[in-house]
């Protein structure tokens, strides 16, 4: 593994990774186990994932954790995910602030548990001055939504006269939406061998890479990580120009 991660190349790391963390049911399921065991096993996945992002030197890291549409799942499999999650989070902290990690999250909040959201404003808290790498978990997120909401600020503001309809371009967009803070996305991850978006980051990705595995989440772990990132290194981002433009803005 230690072999894999010295082939990386450190000039083409993805600035902002996003990842679709799929698979711990029937991951479960493969064991003889209930939903909720693939869950608790998968958070070792993003444990792995978390450390090994810092140590290749990504910048952002954002993990779709629970999706407005989760809250159709079982009642118990839904409480066992929040209770997960601020577990997980109290242990974390520590891991956070000494790798000097940065919380945040995206999403409606305000129909989590108060026990959750007392946790993460606890926790985004105490890691909003960390700046090695920025975690961001979407809960209660649909970029749907998302977008809903931002035409529905955006019109209040040109019906106020704070804004008018002229001034609209991709930047005002940008600065309406939950990660008005956050670059696009670089490279999109998703794990259990879906090949859909399910409603995550939708304007986000526009320019963004894509990689599939058939790994399911809870057996995603640093070297597939690593395998996907050298996988994104050889693909030519190109934005709409053609590879000659791209390959004389390299040689300039």
Request: glycine share 4%; aromatic share 10%; net charge positive.
């Amino acid at each position: 593994m230690e072999n894999l991660k010295k082939t990386i190349l450190q000039n083409t790391i993805p600035n902002h990774v996003a990842i679709i963390m799929d698979g711990n049911g029937r991951w479960a399921k493969q064991q003889g186990k209930p939903r909720t065991f693939g869950h608790k096993k998968g958070v070792d996945s993003v444990r792995a994932i978390i450390e090994a992002s810092v140590e290749i030197g990504v910048n952002y890291l954002t993990l779709y954790a629970f999706s407005t549409e989760n809250w159709n799942r079982p009642k118990l499999e839904v409480r066992t995910l929040m209770s997960l999650l601020v577990s997980s989070l109290r242990k974390e902290l520590k891991t956070f602030v000494d790798n000097d990690i940065k919380l945040l999250t995206i999403g409606d909040l305000s129909h989590l548990p108060k026990k959750v959201q007392k946790e993460l404003t606890e926790v985004i808290e105490k890691t909003k001055n960390n700046k090695t790498l920025t975690l961001t978990l979407a809960l209660n997120y649909g970029a749907r939504d998302e977008i809903v909401n931002v035409i529905k600020k955006i019109s209040k503001k040109v019906v106020n006269n704070q804004l008018s309809i002229e001034e609209i371009n991709e930047k005002i967009i940008n600065n309406h939406l939950y990660t008005f803070s956050l670059p696009d996305v670089d490279f999109l991850i998703r794990t259990s061998g879906e090949k859909r978006i399910s409603n995550f980051l939708l304007w986000q990705v526009a320019y963004a890479e894509f990689y599939f595995t058939t790994v399911l989440w809870p057996d995603f772990k640093e070297e597939n990580y690593y395998k996907s990132i050298l996988e994104y290194q050889k693909r030519e981002r190109r934005f709409g120009k053609t590879s000659e433009q791209i390959e004389k803005n390299i040689n300039e």
